[in-house]
Structures are given as structure tokens and as C-alpha cells.
């Protein structure tokens, strides 16, 4: 698959349509937040790709979009997301859908770096934050991670994307040369996952704040993050102090964010440069642009840590 294919948004400015949606989430911003939840990992993994057709993008399988909202209700879909997105022709619906559903490009920007900067995962800590489908955590999982746990907003995202793909790429895991596994087919596949590849692994939804406080109050030991990755997560400009304040709380003093972005939301606000100056204000960390790319709408991956920091 073409990173075009695999990435519907790729064409245009992601999240438009979110626009309209800005007053009402505005008036409401105050009044909603969603409480974290932590997700536990089925006993039967079978269940996990139940009624999941998976495609693939750069050798990692991820589970075929339309399909999900074609089977995806009830029980499955308890937040309504999907119905919500579908009817809306809307990828994101302030304080309802953070547009976990969709591979945004700047996922596939990142990953580029991983190979071009050899970032290191080994015996690391990490963190995919705003995951949407994990694609960043399974590398890291593939890079012999120590522990990699998983963030989306919407419980439907974990349940029905995060987790069922890094099942699906769970027995490539295991082994450093993921290139040598057999790509999966365009059909529904049974599980077989590596249960000491899960065992690493711990899913959370919710807003970053809550999930913050769910981690650190949690009677599970939880040490900060050596490494933190997150893509496409500062569009909207209100989430900034949440964001920022969630990274000084969980990276560790000597970790680093890796954080992809566009340099402009159109119709949102949001971006680079923006968020770059709020952590100036807040004096706290220090920043790098590591690299830029400017084919189509430009965009640029951010390297964050904090001062004094080695």
C-alpha cells in the first residue's frame, strides 16, 4: 500500500471540518473531560481480529478502516464514535473524536526519522501518546522496547484499532528483522500473538490529564518515560497546556518527546510554531527541530527534553 492509500488525509489538511464544531467544544471544554480507563488485554486473542480485515503500510499491519465502521456498533462502539464520524463526514469532533480512527502522515514522517536518526528503543520506556493506531509504539515494540503503553482519547480507538493491530503485529515483534516476516493478507486472520511481546504492553484511554493521574496514582509501579511519541497532536491550540503539562509529568528528567507535527492546522489553529512558543513560556523544556519536510502541507518533527537535561 501507498502511504496515500493508507493515509486518507494525506491530500488535504487534516481536520478541517473541525472548524464549525470549535465554539460548541469551547462552551463545553470545561464541562467534559473524559476519565481515564485502562484497557485489559483479552485472554483470547482470537477475538481481538474478529470480523478485522488487515492491510498493510511499510512492512506493519493495521486494520482496514472501513470495515470497522461497517461492523463496528452497539457494545463495540459505546462512545458512538464511529456513527458520529461517519454521519458527519468529520474526522475529528472536539471533546467527542480526537481523529484516532485515521493514520494521520505525519505518523509515517516519524517513523522515516526512527530509521534516519537510528533512534534507540532498546531496554526503553515508552510512551504512544494519542496513538490512534499504535503504529509508533509497535515500532518501538519491534526495537526491543522494555515497555511500550499505548494513549488514544476514545475507548473505541484502543478497543478496536490500537489493540487488535498490535496483536497482528505481535509475532514480528519477537524478532529484530521485522522485513523478514510475511506481509498479512487483505483478509480477516486468526491471532497469534507472542503473549511476552503483551505483557509489555498496557492500553489507556481518556484525556491526557486523567490518564496522567491514572498512571501515577496506579497500585502498578509506573516509572517516567524515556521516550514519548506523538503525532498530529497539537491541532487544537486549547489542548496545549493539558499536553504539556501531561509531558513534564511522565517524561523522565532525562527522557525525550519525539513529536510530529504540521507547522499549520488550517481551519484549527494549531501547530508548530504555536506550541513551540507556549513551551518557551512555560520554561520547562528545550527544544529541536530535527527535521523538516516541506512536500505538500509543511511539516517538521520537534525533539523535546528538559533543561538542564543530559
Known sequence: KSRETADPAADSSP?????????????KKNLCVKAAKEHNIPEDLKKVLENKVLETVLDLSYVKLSVVEMTCSGDADSEGIVSKSVSSHSDLIPGVYEGGLKIWECTFDLMDYFSEA???FTNKTVLDLGCG???LGI???????????????????????????????????????RKAS????????????????????RFFSGEWSQVSQLLLNSNKPCSKYDIILTSETIYNPDYYSALHDTLAQLLDRNG????????????VGGGTY????????????RTRMVKTIDQGLQRCI???AFKNSC
Open 256 to 267: 525525550h518527546v519525539y513529536l510530529a507535527s504540521k507547522v499549520h492546522y488550517f481551519g
Open 118 to 120: 537510528e533512534i534507540e
Open 274 to 285: 504555536l506550541f513551540e512558543k507556549l513551551i518557551e513560556e512555560k520554561n520547562v523544556f
Open 139 to 177: 515500532v518501538a515494540l519491534q526495537g526491543e522496547a522494555a515497555r511500550v503503553h499505548f494513549q488514544d482519547y476514545n475507548s473505541t480507538v484502543i478497543d478496536e484499532i490500537t489493540l487488535p493491530n498490535v496483536v497482528a503485529n505481535c509475532t514480528s515483534c519477537s524478532g529484530k528483522d
Open 15 to 27: 481536520k478541517l471540518a473541525a472548524a464549525e464544531h470549535r465554539d460548541e467544544a469551547a462552551s
Open 182 to 201: 510475511k506481509p498479512p493478507s487483505k483478509r480477516p486472520r486468526k491471532a497469534e500473538g507472542s503473549p511476552d511481546v503483551l505483557n509489555r504492553c
Open 133 to 135: 493506531a499504535g503504529l
Open 302 to 304: 520537534m525533539e523535546i
